[in-house]
């Protein structure tokens, strides 16, 4: 706080912002700023009291951000890309992009990672419209704060805060993490979903790659070996999987829109389920899974995702959004739904794999019911109207996979006249206009597009 006569001025550096409060006081000789003890501020004046009753007092205040140092130039571990994947140089004159990853890393650590106590971290999906907690929103926060953040706002121990408050008081031992929870840890909304059970894990493995170490597991105990502690949690999590039918594929009440799944196996599930078996496999003798077999686990799910989610579609022979895993599919694609469209990145298969890129021609297509027709038009959700900003994500992915240069330009256009002037983007934004819809801080969607730009969807 710095105070002269008639302002004050607060910085927040870990927002960061800073905010100025002036106050002019007519015939005002002099007057101090005074500390309320419920961290308040009075401004005490003294008039010269030379009569009339003509006083006037006039408060403005103003809000700023203040500069900030290029998150993008930090160093970033990196691991290696399991399929190469073509890539060109980025055209982003504006820096879109860099606005966008620098905004959401700026709102994490200011509104979303909140401190509720005993080394543990909620991450939330937004600070105002919906202030709860999903495993999916928060990994793609966790993982841009790892990767972007920079140690000098302590991400490590944010985002290890964060994987104790989700094994430790955002989980029951037994339970499934349902749909949302609250800050405290209580679920909120009752309803279990497959990929919601697999993002936690993933972050644990994130954690492990980029800061080479393990964080400190939940509870009060002191841990010899803190990687097998951890590895009695997942190898629970793991076991209780909700795996259905003789493909041993994972069935899940709601798909990713949180909405009821028409049939039980949604394909974004599965191929999320492959690539946590990846990187658990890495780390399996440091956490004791290797009775798990992730490896094998991993082999027979791509196998089975091109047995039961395999049908043909408009642009050919394409997988399906949702299969009940004996014959029957559904054809449809969602914003929300980030590891079909990340399945090459993520090196399930090839960019040139016939099934993956009629599957996302069909998703970016009018033949698709999520998809969005306008001049602002693009791939949305059946659960919000609107174009949202993580389909512009996806068609950011598949653009860049593809090597197609004037798509990316085209979603990158469309990116410049949405995001916010504090770097943050909506949920959905009116498809003929532009103008926002829903949910305008939303930290998940521009967490993903910071991560694009570096190249590291979760790899």
């Known amino acids: 706080m710095h105070e002269q006569f008639g302002v004050l001025a607060l910085d927040a550096p870990k927002l960061p912002c800073r905010a100025q409060v002036s106050v002019r006081v007519r015939n005002a000789e002099s007057g101090a700023w005074i500390a309320d003890s419920d961290g308040g501020a009075t401004l005490a004046v003294t008039t010269r009291g030379d009569g009339g009753d003509d006083a006037e007092i006039v408060v403005s205040v103003s809000l700023a951000p203040t500069p900030q140092p290029d998150w993008k130039q930090r160093p970033v571990p990196v691991g290696q890309l399991p399929v190469p994947v073509a890539r060109f140089p980025r055209r982003d004159p504006d820096t879109t992009l860099a606005r966008i990853g620098s905004g959401a890393v700026r709102y994490i650590l200011g509104c979303t990672a909140l401190d509720v106590g005993h080394g543990e971290r909620a991450i939330l999906t937004d600070h105002r419209l919906l202030p709860l907690s999903w495993t999916r929103d928060a990994y793609y926060q966790a993982l841009l704060l790892l990767t972007a953040g920079g140690e000098d706002h302590g991400t490590t121990e944010i985002v290890g805060g964060h994987l104790r408050w989700l094994w430790g008081r955002g989980r029951a031992v037994g339970v499934p993490w349902m749909r949302s929870h609250l800050p405290d840890g209580r679920p909120k909304d009752l309803a279990v979903q497959a990929d919601q059970q697999l993002y936690p894990m993933l972050e644990l493995t994130d954690f492990r790659r980029i800061t080479r170490g393990w964080p400190t597991p939940p509870g009060d105990g002191e841990y010899a070996d803190p990687a097998r502690e951890w590895g009695k949690l997942v190898a629970e999590v793991w076991e209780g999987l909700p795996r259905q039918g003789p493909d041993g594929l994972l069935a899940s009440a709601e798909n990713p829109a949180d909405d009821p799944s028409e049939l039980q196996f949604p394909l974004s599930a599965q191929i999320l389920y492959w690539h946590t078996a990846n990187r658990l496999a890495r780390w399996s003798d440091e956490l004791g899974l290797d009775g798990l077999r992730l490896s094998e686990t991993a082999s027979a799910l791509r196998a089975a995702v091109n047995r039961c989610f395999t049908c043909c579609g408009p642009y050919g022979t394409q997988w399906a959004y949702e299969s009940d895993g004996a014959g029957r599919h559904r054809l449809y694609h969602d914003a929300n739904d980030l590891p079909t469209a990340f399945a090459p990145m993520w090196g399930f298969c090839t960019r040139e794999d016939p099934r993956w890129v009629a599957t996302m021609r069909f998703a970016f297509s009018a033949q698709n019911p999520g998809f969005v027709i306008g001049r602002h038009g693009g791939l949305g959700s059946a659960h ?24 990316a330009a085209v979603v990158l ?47």
């Open 384 to 407: 919000t109207p609107g174009t949202w900003t993580l389909g512009d994500a996806q068609e950011l992915a598949v653009a860049w996979t593809t090597g197609d240069e004037g798509r």
């Open 413 to 459: 256009d469309r990116l410049t006249r949405v995001v916010g002037t504090d770097g943050l983007l909506p949920e959905t934004y009116e498809p003929d206009t532009g103008h926002w819809l829903a949910r305008h801080w939303f930290a998940w969607p521009a967490a993903v597009i910071g991560l694009l730009h570096l190249d590291r969807p979760g790899l």
